[in-house]
């Protein structure tokens, strides 16, 4: 961690799946649910990573095609939405890290490459939809990450500078969307799904769990506005 503390923080915006939410195993298990059916195939994790980047929709076509694409996303979405509960889950400290964002006046970002249909499944299983002033999903934006293009939307919708916002996220694509925009990145690596690329990468900030990033919050907070 080598990049100076921001003087005016006025918004985090966090990336989802490896972030705040425990999901690749449901986001494998989907595609696969999908692939057996559709191309007879099941996938391992690291080719079903290399459909990642657009919204499950383009994902899925580009692995099965456009024959039965229609019919296949039904199928992901009910069985994502049957499993969710069985095989995701919100990292230990996710909620009490939301509450104290919000609580300090902070706006809260979400800027995923998820669809938004899997994306309000996710929030609204863990009643966390409420934390946030914006959602950023992969259908919302002109270009995908490590496009910057979410990040950008999300300060103009608040008139934001760079230097008032912070990117939290657990891939490289994270990082080079953060750079993009000026912003400064907080690399999380409390998730397995690329640590070490993560790890290698030039990062301002690094932290190996939630509540290390909760405890450096508190402390910058302390130091920039002077809370008891």
Known sequence: MTAAAPQKLRCIIFDMDGTLTQTNQLICDSFNHVAEKYINKRLTPKEIVAYFGPPEQEAVENMIGTRHIDE??????HFYQERHNDLASLYPGIKELLDFV?????LIGLFTGKGRRTTEITLHEF?????????????????????????RKIMAQFSLQPDEVIMVGDAVADIKASRE?????????????SKETVMEAATDYLFHSVQEFHSWLEQMLHRTTGMS
Do not use: L, Q
Not at 102 to 106: A, Q, V, Y
Not at 181 to 193: E, L, M, P, Q
């Open 72 to 77: 296949a996303m039904k199928e992901y979405y």
């Open 102 to 106: 919000k609580s300090n006046g902070i």
């Open 127 to 151: 009643g966390i939809e409420r934390y946030f002033d914006i959602v950023m999903t992969g259908d919302d934006v002109d270009h995908f990450k490590p496009s910057g293009d979410g990040i």
């Open 181 to 193: 925009c000026g912003v400064r990145i907080a690399a999380v690596v409390w998730d397995s799904y």
